[in-house]
């Protein structure tokens, strides 16, 4: 089912991209594509303790219901924000796919075993992506290897329109970055977790594996809450590339603010 998701999202934000008169009703049915997706996958979530996903679950519903509003009202912006989701859309998928996706993987793996073998760290490979050490293994997957921030990145900086210089810069700004501070977090993921470093709070951090607790708070928490920081500074200095995104972003607030605050009054 989240398969058949993805390739719907993926089919409608390639429709959006058209000059033809539905694309508006294609920009929503991805939004709502990408929204079922993300409830589809809360069972996995809820069992690897992430609650990052599940609560932007939740927070998808308002926000399709305002961008399917305002697409269809001709709001530029919201169609600029669409646009972002669909070059996103578009840069990523094809990675989903076992041959591109598996390279990726691979290279990713062969530069994280590159810096562990410089750190001095002695470990084993169990298979050609998983990595082995204290009886611990990680398996390294497509979501290890940074593609879903930078496309989301990338499609944020294609949103409004740009000249040669904004394109160039802002995909070195985004790319070689993210994907530098990608491997040195799955090098410090798997250090945390095979030296099993955070064996705090597992009533919150347990799944019922053993050392999980460590994996987590490497990886869930800390590193969730880095990336995040991380997109913060890349957005902020892509704005400074691309001023016109600032203005959209601003725009954006105003826009989805005051639909809330429109909605919450007519149910009082």
């Known amino acids: 089912m989240e398969e058949f998701f993805i390739f719907a999202a993926l089919a409608?934000?390639?429709?959006?991209?058209?000059?033809?008169?539905?694309?508006?009703?294609?920009?929503?049915a991805g939004w709502a594509c990408m929204a079922l997706y993300l409830f589809a996958e809360l069972p996995y979530y809820f069992s690897v303790n992430n609650f990052f996903y599940p609560t932007l679950a939740l927070l998808s519903v308002p926000f399709v219901w305002v961008t399917a509003k305002r697409l269809r009202a001709g709001d530029r912006n919201v169609l600029y924000l669409t646009r972002a989701a669909a070059v996103a859309s578009l840069i990523y998928?094809?990675?989903?796919?076992?041959?591109?996706?598996?390279?990726?993987?691979?290279?990713?793996?062969?530069?994280?075993?590159?810096?562990?073998?410089?750190?001095?760290?002695?470990?084993?490979?169990?298979?050609?992506?998983?990595?082995?050490?204290?009886?611990?293994?990680i398996e390294?997957?497509?979501?290890?290897?940074?593609?879903?921030?930078?496309?989301?990145?990338?499609?944020?900086?294609?949103?409004v329109p740009t000249d040669l210089r904004q394109k160039v810069l802002a995909f070195l700004?985004?790319?070689?970055?993210?994907?530098?501070?990608?491997?040195?977090?799955?090098?410090?993921?798997?250090?945390?977790?095979?030296?099993?470093?955070?064996?705090?709070?597992?009533?919150?951090?347990?799944?019922?594996?053993?050392?999980?607790?460590?994996?987590?708070?490497?990886?869930?928490?800390?590193?969730?809450?880095?990336?995040?920081?991380a997109l913060v500074v890349i957005a902020y200095l892509l704005f400074l590339v691309i001023p016109d995104l600032g203005k959209m972003v601003d725009a954006l607030y105003q826009t989805y603010r005051d639909e809330f605050r429109r909605a919450i009054a007519k149910g009082r």
Not at 110 to 137: K, P
């Open 140 to 159: 390294i997957i497509l979501a290890c290897t940074g593609i879903q921030s930078m496309a989301i990145m990338l499609g944020v900086a294609a949103a």
């Open 12 to 28: 409608s934000f390639v429709a959006f991209l058209l000059p033809w008169r539905h694309r508006t009703l294609a920009g929503i």
């Open 173 to 229: 700004l985004i790319v070689p970055v993210i994907y530098v501070l990608n491997i040195f977090r799955n090098v410090y993921v798997i250090l945390a977790y095979t030296g099993q470093w955070y064996q705090f709070l597992p009533e919150i951090a347990s799944n019922g594996e053993y050392g999980y607790e460590s994996f987590f708070w490497a990886h869930n928490v800390l590193c969730e809450l880095g990336a995040l920081v």
């Open 93 to 137: 998928i094809p990675f989903g796919y076992t041959v591109l996706g598996d390279w990726l993987i691979g290279v990713v793996v062969g530069q994280i075993g590159w810096w562990l073998a410089a750190l001095g760290v002695n470990y084993a490979m169990v298979d050609w992506n998983m990595f082995a050490r204290n009886g611990f293994r």
